[in-house]
């Protein structure tokens, strides 16, 4: 891996850790909807990897409207990383 590559790689996991489920984004007033489900299911293994170490970050946001949240962070839970292969292209073998 060269060197611009780890940078690219800790700059989006820096990007990424700034919008984690408990980041005081969310509250009872301005509760995570279907949107902030989807983005929190998506990053949900840099998630788990950053609640080892932080106790306030957690893998979902328990200020959430409920079933909206629910089912945005399922399907991309279900959905994202899946989806990814779509786009991978295939290398011949010639």
Known sequence: MTWKRVVVLLLL????AGCLPGDGASSPDAQAGFFSGVWH???APISLIVSLFNEDIGIYEIDNTGG?????FYVA???GFGSL?????KK???
């Open 13 to 16: 996991v820096i990007v990424l």
């Open 41 to 43: 299911g998506w990053i």
């Open 68 to 72: 909206w949240y629910d089912f945005g």
């Open 77 to 79: 839970i279900i959905g």
């Open 85 to 89: 292969r779509l786009f991978r292209s």
């Open 92 to 94: 011949d073998d010639d």
